[in-house]
């Protein structure tokens, strides 16, 4: 036989089999400008979908071809489409108060505060608490701190919990006070400080640090007052059809306790959207080795409990109880944060950290042990020199993905210490725009090391970007303009560091799905993993459009079905 028409044979066979195998499948999405996150394939004009997970990613021709009569074909006219995105560090379970109380976010107008204050008063039952907040002083006229009195007159009745802006911070009624045993006496604990009259020495009503965290939102009558369980799954609910709207489909979450929400989610009749890696904030007093191991177990059985729980549901990784949270200090706005040179503003002023050397470097090492990650709450230089120094204490720290959150200053000799330990950095970018206080804090010597994303990234550290809602804006359009722009009313900040929009982008998608231990599963457009996407309003252009702040999601996918349309009934 002619040898040209054999290998003409051949082919032609091989092409049918190649054909057969083809996949029959469910959705193909059209005249994309696809930002794919995968570094070895970066942009595509379309993909196609089977079974909740992309199978093909490519260009339209070969794409269109794959469709069939039972293929739902989208064609989204050259908008953007991006892999879900992971906010790195937020806190969901926070949000459950939020959600259920008042938030104060943006105000600038100490009477509206109280408006709104009142108005929620009248709406609550009768013995209820009046909680949520996120008050924030620095944008008032009169930026003094508010007091117990001013709630006592608009809400006397009920106990009134808020916290500020950064969550550093409780503003009380007087009622609270009560309720919680707190009076005059009451000492304040390491570490924290409950303001006080300096005439009477009657509490004002403010908390700050430690003292609000362990008198007031640690108490047990405070705690037993909130949602919990089965009754929160509803708001829980809520809040992740928010961030869907938002095109996030995977947090990492902290809080200061598992409570009983996660696990509830086992027995509900419907999984939620949304991939959550739990961080439990541990307090001081629950670092024992004794501990580590019961978290340790508590970890074991309720991650082995959803792995056979998402066998059933078919979509993917969707819950894990993963690492420990630790704090160093407090905030640069409240002067909390632990500095190596005093406060620009406040010569001679700093504040010791809250915690030790010597006891950070046995909670990480403890949590290491166990098989726990750490992710270090450290805003100044101090307190990140002193994260770094407790990871490297650590015999077992190469093995996991610690991190240090925040960030906000670091000394020059820091920077490259993220990659050589094997560091995570992760790093929330409105907090560098919106706080208009970073200079007179630090001082201009100090600003190149602050929020100093570039710097980290060029020296090979791993960096994940997210919002730390609630104490900013969860919208992921505005964190990207942020680090990208560097830009406050109209003018660049220290724009040296700022990021491109694909490293953006990765440290917003891939990179957080590799640290979570996902990065095979999720975090990019690409050929085997579940698909989570977004489909923006318009097309990003180069450079970067100047508005994308404002820009909204058209739709959210996850898993290969649509979980958000343009369309929300409830939105924060």
């Known amino acids: 036989m002619n040898k040209k028409l054999v290998l003409g044979i051949s082919i032609a066979v091989m092409s049918l089999a190649s054909y057969a195998k083809t996949p029959q499948v469910d959705v193909i999405v059209l005249n994309a400008d696809v930002r794919t996150s995968n570094p070895a394939k970066p942009k595509a004009q379309a993909f196609a979908v089977k079974d909740g997970k992309f199978v093909a990613v490519g260009n339209n021709t070969y794409i269109q071809n794959m469709a069939t009569k039972q293929t739902q074909v989208i064609d989204v006219k050259g908008k953007t489409v991006l892999p879900g995105l992971t906010d790195a560090h937020t806190h969901l379970l926070g949000g459950l108060e939020l959600w259920d109380g008042v938030d104060l976010f943006g105000i600038t107008d100490r009477q509206e ?16 608490w009046l909680v949520g907040g996120r008050w924030d002083i620095t944008g008032l006229k009169d930026d003094h701190m508010p007091t117990r009195q001013e709630l006592d007159a608009i809400a006397p009745d009920r106990p009134v919990v808020l916290q500020d802006i950064d969550y550093h911070t409780v503003w009380v009624n007087t009622k609270a006070m009560q309720v919680l045993g707190i009076d005059k006496n009451t000492k304040s604990p390491e570490g924290g400080e409950i303001v006080k009259d300096p005439q009477t020495g009657e509490p004002t009503g403010i908390f700050k640090e430690t003292a609000g965290t362990q008198l007031i939102l640690g108490n047990p009558k405070y705690t037993s007052a909130l949602l919990s369980g089965k009754a929160a799954l509803p708001v829980i609910e809520k809040i992740i059809a928010h961030f869907n709207s938002l095109g996030i489909t995977s947090v990492h979450d902290m809080w200061t306790e598992l409570d009983t929400v996660y696990p509830a989610l086992l027995e509900s009749k419907q999984e939620l959207p949304m991939r959550i890696r739990f961080g439990l904030m541990a307090g001081d007093d629950q670092v024992t080795p004794a501990d580590f191991q019961r978290y340790a177990k508590q970890r074991d059985e309720l991650n082995q409990q959803f792995i056979q729980k998402e066998q059933q549901w078919k979509k993917g990784p969707q819950f894990r109880f993963a690492y420990m949270k630790y704090f160093v200090d407090g905030t640069l706005m409240n002067y909390t944060a632990a500095l190596n040179e005093p406060y620009a503003d406040r010569h001679h002023f700093n504040i010791a950290p809250i915690t030790s050397q010597v006891d950070l470097n046995n909670s990480v090492k403890n949590a290491n042990e166990v098989g726990f990650p750490v992710a270090i709450h450290a805003i100044g230089d101090k307190s990140v020199d002193m994260a770094l120094n407790a990871i490297e204490n650590s015999p077992k720290h190469r093995q996991f993905a610690n991190r240090i959150e925040h960030i906000e200053v670091l ?31 630090l001082g201009k010597a100090r600003m190149p090391y602050s929020y100093a994303w570039q710097s980290l990234l060029s020296s090979g550290a791993t960096m994940v970007l997210g919002s730390d809602w609630p104490t900013a804006s969860e919208n992921p359009m505005l964190q990207l303009s942020d680090v990208v722009f560097r830009e406050y009313q109209g003018k660049t900040r220290y724009s040296d560091n700022a990021l491109s929009l694909d490293e953006a982008l ?22 085997g993993k579940w698909a989570d996407f977004v489909v923006l309003q318009d097309a990003l252009k180069t450079p970067l459009n100047k508005d994308i702040k404002d820009w909204k999601v058209a739709e959210t996918w996850f898993a290969g079905k649509q979980v958000y349309n343009g369309k929300l009934s409830k939105n924060k």
């Open 506 to 527: 990765y440290a917003y998608t891939q990179a957080p799905a590799n640290i979570a231990g996902w990065g095979d599963e999720i975090g990019s457009i690409s050929v």
């Open 411 to 441: 000394s020059k000799d820091a920077i490259p210490r993220f990659a050589e330990l094997g560091v995570v950095a992760s790093m929330q970018p409105d907090h560098a725009i919106t706080g208009n206080y970073q200079e007179s804090r």
């Open 113 to 128: 505060w109280l408006k709104l204050i009142a108005k929620r008063d009248k709406e609550l039952p009768k013995g209820a």
